[in-house]
């Protein structure tokens, strides 16, 4: 069973071109000093650089100058990085395995390294400049989460997102942002893993899992090249794509692939000149895509809502309040872990039954256009290939031509789609094994969720065997329903320390030599040299004179 969650931080037939208005432009937003963005851009992410305003320049000449000398005293005062402490196992490559090289991942590397953990490898099958999503598959205009949210600093302002972007651009600029823009947080981002020497291996792709006692093999590929790799622990940083995928509907997957797309891929925007475009769905990636669409010159798109209304944040007042929920709160995120399984289970429906909030900009973004039109409380039926590869299908009674579809239908949790945990995933624990809800709650995409430990690990299904699991920690988008967040965005980098703190200990523990404390507390105690202080030692007839 599958289950559809919305990404946060997803009329007439002949539809003729319309005249778009200009973007909306509430703010400039600086894209980032190039000086200090770590390798080029390719030709992906020069496409995603021109979809936001216009960048904002840096207050002065000096002000890449002064944020590498702030830099070098800030890591100054926090000193080196502790040494490797963990002890070296004979046939073991790798302590930590990271998958996935975006702000997770870099995120967790970091602190591992603050802790003195050594030996840990992070993977990414993109190329370098193109892992994670902001500068590839995301289209917003700022982030969904507010500017002040913790994120990877671990606790130093100095390498901060505000620190950094004050620097370069004064505190004015920052106090005048809404949120943080997109290609910003992306150039931050690219700064972060410049300035604490986070190194990816890009180009790498996990093959498959292969639990060899309570060690990890890791099939993977490179250059078309697969070699295998040990590891003690791993860590899933691989984002909301890493727990299942898209989320397609069937009649949407039917299609001819050049006859849609969905909004966590590439989209052919460059060709949506005068087109009609049909999107599914009405969340935040889906107003997102309408938006590019129709900047990129699309005469009708069409947004499809099952729901009878838009779910949005900002803009007018709701007509009263939302009465408050145990779900944690903005400052103690990390709480919401220790909620009952009942509270967490109801918190789950709450999401399904409430699409997550459009910010108000990106509903203002696509409403701005006349060629855009949403159709409430319906749903694309009747769907068939017509000529010149168009789709029709009926939406509210009518029928409609599309030139284009696209699904911004969210991604599912299904770990049986991930192929790397095709020999693993029938022994994790799913909440279904682990939690039994009233008949009026029960819900199968829920039940699918793997039911995670406190450190985000994988627990075995049953008592027998697969303790190799508790090895591999899950800080992907499958984590939801245990941590009550979306894992992997921003807001879950609260909930890092929590998995670094267990890889630690679970690392020290297991060097812990009993054998050879035993004989160091058995073994005679050597008498140091008085030599440094025997003229001092006071003796009988001294102390007698």
């Given amino acids: 069973m599958t289950k559809r969650i919305q990404q946060n931080d997803a009329p007439g037939?002949?539809?003729?071109?319309?005249?778009?208005?200009?973007?909306?432009?509430?703010?400039?937003?600086?894209?980032?000093?190039?000086?200090?963005?770590?390798?080029?851009?390719?030709?992906?992410?020069?496409?995603?650089?021109?979809?936001?305003?216009?960048?904002?320049?840096?207050?002065?000449?000096?002000?890449?100058?002064?944020?590498?000398?702030?830099?070098?005293?800030?890591?100054?005062?926090?000193?080196?990085?502790?040494?490797?402490w963990v002890r070296a196992r004979t046939g073991v490559d790798h302590n930590v395995v990271i998958v996935g090289g975006g702000q997770s991942g870099l995120s967790i590397a970091y602190q591992l390294r603050r802790k003195g953990v050594g030996r840990v490898e992070v993977i990414d099958r993109a190329a370098p400049g193109q892992a994670g999503i902001w500068r590839t598959i995301a289209r917003m205009h700022q982030l969904r989460t507010p500017k002040t949210m913790a994120g990877p600093e671990l606790g130093n302002p100095a390498l901060s997102f505000r620190g950094w972007y004050e620097t370069l651009h004064g505190a004015a600029a920052f106090d005048a942002l809404d949120r943080i823009p997109r290609l910003a947080w992306a150039d931050y981002l690219d700064w972060f893993q410049q300035v604490t020497g986070t190194t990816v291996r890009y180009g790498t792709r996990l093959v498959e899992i292969e639990p060899q006692g309570d060690l990890l093999r890791l099939h993977l590929e490179a250059d078309g090249v697969r070699r295998v790799e040990t590891t003690r622990k791993l860590v899933l940083a691989n984002g909301y794509a890493g727990a299942g995928g898209p989320s397609v509907p069937d009649f949407i997957r039917a299609l001819p692939a050049s006859a849609w797309s969905h909004s966590t891929g590439t989209i052919p925007f460059e060709t949506m000149a005068g087109n009609v475009v049909g999107v599914i769905g009405a969340g935040s990636n889906a107003f997102d895509v309408a938006a590019v669409a129709l900047e990129s010159g699309a005469g009708e798109v069409h947004l499809i809502n099952r729901r009878p209304y838009i779910e949005y944040q900002g803009g007018p007042p709701p007509p009263q309040p939302a009465p408050p929920l145990d779900r944690g709160y903005g400052n103690m995120l990390e709480l919401s872990y220790e909620l009952p399984d009942v509270v967490r289970w109801r918190n789950f429906l709450l999401g399904e039954r409430r699409v997550a909030s459009v910010p108000f900009d990106s509903l203002e973004r696509a409403v701005a256009f006349k060629g855009f039109h949403i159709h409430l409380n319906s749903s694309l039926s009747d769907v068939a290939l017509a000529g010149n590869g168009q789709v029709t299908g009926r939406v509210g009674g009518k029928r409609f031509r599309f030139d284009h579809l696209i699904a911004g239908t969210g991604y599912r949790i299904d770990l049986a789609a991930q192929p790397e945990l095709a020999r693993i995933h029938e022994h994790v624990a799913l909440w279904r094994d682990r939690y039994r809800p009233s008949a009026a709650e029960e819900n199968a995409a829920g039940a699918a969720h793997p039911y995670l430990g406190p450190a985000f690990e994988f627990l075995p299904r049953?008592?027998?065997?697969?303790?190799?699991?508790?090895?591999?920690?899950?800080?992907?988008?499958?984590?939801?329903?245990?941590?009550?967040?979306?894992?992997?965005?921003?807001?879950?980098?609260?909930?890092?320390?929590?998995?670094?703190?267990?890889?630690?200990?679970?690392?020290?523990?297991?060097?812990?030599?009993?054998?050879?404390?035993?004989?160091f507390i058995n073994a005679p105690l050597a008498v140091p040299s008085s030599a440094p202080y025997e003229k001092a030692v006071a003796t009988g007839k001294r102390d007698a004179a």
């Fill in 13 to 84: 037939q002949d539809g003729a071109q319309l005249e778009a208005p200009s973007r909306i432009d509430r703010r400039g937003f600086f894209r980032g000093a190039a000086a200090l963005t770590v390798g080029g851009l390719g030709a992906t992410a020069a496409l995603a650089q021109t979809e936001a305003p216009t960048a904002l320049a840096p207050a002065n000449a000096d002000a890449a100058q002064q944020l590498e000398r702030q830099t070098a005293n800030a890591q100054r005062w926090i000193g080196r990085d502790p040494a490797d």
């Fill in 462 to 519: 049953t008592d027998n065997g697969a303790e190799f699991l508790r090895n591999i920690h899950c800080f992907n988008l499958a984590g939801a329903l245990s941590f009550g967040i979306p894992v992997g965005d921003v807001p879950s980098v609260v909930d890092q320390p929590r998995l670094t703190s267990a890889i630690a200990r679970d690392l020290y523990v297991e060097g812990v030599d009993i054998a050879a404390h035993e004989r």
